[in-house]
Protein backbone atom coordinates (compact mmCIF):
# COMPACT_ATOMS: atom_id res chain seq x y z
CA UNK A 1 0.00 0.00 0.00
CA UNK A 2 1.35 3.82 -1.40
CA UNK A 3 0.84 6.10 1.75
CA UNK A 4 -0.10 9.70 0.84
CA UNK A 5 3.64 11.05 0.96
CA UNK A 6 4.65 8.16 -0.93
CA UNK A 7 2.18 9.22 -3.59
CA UNK A 8 3.33 13.27 -3.43
CA UNK A 9 7.10 11.99 -4.16
CA UNK A 10 6.05 10.06 -6.68
CA UNK A 11 3.79 13.17 -8.18
CA UNK A 12 6.81 15.15 -7.59
CA UNK A 13 9.75 12.70 -9.36
CA UNK A 14 7.28 12.41 -12.40
CA UNK A 15 7.36 17.06 -12.34
CA UNK A 16 11.06 16.89 -12.08
CA UNK A 17 11.05 14.41 -14.96
CA UNK A 18 9.33 15.92 -17.28
CA UNK A 19 10.95 19.39 -16.47
CA UNK A 20 14.53 17.31 -16.98
CA UNK A 21 13.21 16.61 -20.53
CA UNK A 22 11.78 19.74 -21.10
CA UNK A 23 15.18 21.37 -20.65
CA UNK A 24 17.21 18.92 -22.26
CA UNK A 25 14.84 19.47 -25.65
CA UNK A 26 16.03 23.25 -25.02
CA UNK A 27 19.29 22.60 -24.48
CA UNK A 28 19.57 21.09 -27.66
CA UNK A 29 17.49 23.19 -29.74
CA UNK A 30 19.75 26.08 -28.21
CA UNK A 31 23.26 24.34 -29.59
CA UNK A 32 22.20 23.41 -32.83
CA UNK A 33 21.29 27.16 -32.77
CA UNK A 34 24.68 28.30 -31.44
CA UNK A 35 26.56 25.41 -34.17
CA UNK A 36 24.66 26.62 -37.14
CA UNK A 37 25.57 30.29 -35.53
CA UNK A 38 29.22 29.19 -35.53
CA UNK A 39 29.01 27.67 -39.02
CA UNK A 40 27.73 31.01 -40.36
CA UNK A 41 30.34 32.97 -37.97
CA UNK A 42 33.13 30.91 -39.80
CA UNK A 43 31.68 31.30 -43.24
CA UNK A 44 30.95 35.15 -42.98
CA UNK A 45 34.72 35.78 -41.61
CA UNK A 46 36.09 33.93 -44.81
CA UNK A 47 34.36 35.97 -47.04
CA UNK A 48 35.01 38.91 -44.94
CA UNK A 49 38.79 37.61 -45.81
CA UNK A 50 38.40 37.43 -49.30
CA UNK A 51 36.57 40.60 -49.89
CA UNK A 52 39.16 42.98 -47.76
CA UNK A 53 42.07 40.68 -50.03
CA UNK A 54 40.50 41.97 -52.91
CA UNK A 55 40.15 45.37 -52.21
CA UNK A 56 43.42 45.61 -51.54
CA UNK A 57 44.52 44.15 -54.69
CA UNK A 58 42.41 46.56 -56.34
CA UNK A 59 43.66 49.32 -54.59
CA UNK A 60 47.27 48.18 -55.87
CA UNK A 61 46.18 47.92 -59.50
CA UNK A 62 44.57 51.46 -59.45
CA UNK A 63 48.06 52.79 -57.93
CA UNK A 64 49.59 50.87 -60.42
CA UNK A 65 46.94 52.20 -63.19
CA UNK A 66 47.43 55.69 -61.80
CA UNK A 67 51.48 55.07 -61.76
CA UNK A 68 50.82 54.54 -65.13
CA UNK A 69 48.87 57.15 -66.30
CA UNK A 70 51.56 59.90 -64.94
CA UNK A 71 54.29 58.49 -67.02
CA UNK A 72 52.06 58.72 -69.56
CA UNK A 73 51.05 62.47 -68.63
CA UNK A 74 55.04 63.37 -68.06
CA UNK A 75 55.91 61.11 -71.16
CA UNK A 76 53.53 63.62 -73.09
CA UNK A 77 54.94 66.82 -72.20
CA UNK A 78 54.23 68.33 -75.50
CA UNK A 79 52.37 71.58 -76.20
CA UNK A 80 50.46 69.26 -79.23
CA UNK A 81 49.10 66.81 -76.65
CA UNK A 82 47.78 68.75 -73.85
CA UNK A 83 44.55 66.79 -74.15
CA UNK A 84 46.15 63.45 -73.69
CA UNK A 85 48.63 64.81 -70.79
CA UNK A 86 45.03 66.05 -69.02
CA UNK A 87 43.13 63.15 -70.09
CA UNK A 88 46.05 60.82 -68.73
CA UNK A 89 46.23 63.30 -65.35
CA UNK A 90 42.35 62.79 -64.53
CA UNK A 91 42.87 59.29 -64.94
CA UNK A 92 45.43 59.53 -62.89
CA UNK A 93 42.71 61.29 -60.35
CA UNK A 94 40.14 58.50 -61.20
CA UNK A 95 42.68 55.74 -60.33
CA UNK A 96 43.52 57.37 -57.01
CA UNK A 97 39.51 57.56 -55.87
CA UNK A 98 39.44 53.88 -56.89
CA UNK A 99 42.39 53.16 -54.76
CA UNK A 100 40.54 55.44 -51.86
CA UNK A 101 37.54 53.18 -52.61
CA UNK A 102 38.97 50.01 -52.34
CA UNK A 103 41.07 50.65 -48.92
CA UNK A 104 37.67 52.06 -48.12
CA UNK A 105 36.10 48.76 -48.42
CA UNK A 106 39.32 46.94 -47.33
CA UNK A 107 38.61 48.90 -43.71
CA UNK A 108 35.25 48.01 -43.83
CA UNK A 109 36.06 44.21 -44.11
CA UNK A 110 38.85 44.29 -41.60
CA UNK A 111 36.24 45.80 -39.38
CA UNK A 112 34.19 42.77 -39.95
CA UNK A 113 36.12 40.28 -40.03
CA UNK A 114 37.30 41.90 -36.54
CA UNK A 115 34.06 41.68 -34.88
CA UNK A 116 33.70 38.00 -36.16
CA UNK A 117 36.55 37.49 -34.35
CA UNK A 118 35.08 39.21 -31.40
CA UNK A 119 31.83 36.71 -31.50
CA UNK A 120 33.50 33.81 -33.15
CA UNK A 121 36.85 33.61 -30.42
CA UNK A 122 38.74 30.74 -32.63
CA UNK A 123 41.94 31.01 -33.94
CA UNK A 124 41.10 31.25 -37.71
CA UNK A 125 39.06 34.47 -37.12
CA UNK A 126 41.47 35.83 -35.21
CA UNK A 127 44.03 34.70 -38.05
CA UNK A 128 41.37 36.30 -40.52
CA UNK A 129 40.76 39.14 -38.77
CA UNK A 130 44.96 40.00 -38.59
CA UNK A 131 44.70 39.16 -42.48
CA UNK A 132 41.92 41.90 -43.23
CA UNK A 133 44.10 45.00 -41.56
CA UNK A 134 46.74 43.66 -43.73
CA UNK A 135 45.04 44.01 -46.61
CA UNK A 136 43.68 46.99 -44.73
CA UNK A 137 47.41 48.72 -44.93
CA UNK A 138 48.45 47.45 -48.03
CA UNK A 139 45.11 49.63 -49.61
CA UNK A 140 45.68 52.23 -47.59
CA UNK A 141 49.37 52.06 -49.12
CA UNK A 142 48.20 52.50 -52.31
CA UNK A 143 45.77 54.89 -52.22
CA UNK A 144 48.44 57.29 -50.59
CA UNK A 145 50.81 56.04 -53.62
CA UNK A 146 47.83 56.70 -56.03
CA UNK A 147 46.93 59.87 -54.80
CA UNK A 148 50.65 61.42 -54.87
CA UNK A 149 50.87 60.35 -58.54
CA UNK A 150 47.66 61.92 -59.59
CA UNK A 151 48.87 65.51 -57.96
CA UNK A 152 52.34 64.49 -59.89
CA UNK A 153 49.96 64.23 -63.13
CA UNK A 154 47.80 67.06 -62.62
CA UNK A 155 51.11 69.11 -62.11
CA UNK A 156 52.29 68.02 -65.39
CA UNK A 157 49.13 68.98 -67.06
CA UNK A 158 49.08 72.84 -65.63
CA UNK A 159 52.43 73.32 -66.23
CA UNK A 160 51.61 72.26 -70.06
CA UNK A 161 48.80 74.82 -69.98
CA UNK A 162 51.17 77.76 -69.19
Known sequence: MVTDSETKIYAKLAELEGEIATLR?????????YSDALLLMKSLTSS???AAM???????KSALACKNATAAAISSASLKIVEA?????????QAALAASE???????AASAAASAAAIQ???TAVQASAEAARATA?????????AQLANEAAAVARSLRK
Open 121 to 123: AEE
Open 54 to 60: RSAVAAE
Open 138 to 146: RATHAAAAA
Open 25 to 33: SGYLVVNKR
Open 48 to 50: TLE
Open 85 to 93: TESAADAAG
Open 102 to 108: AAAAASA
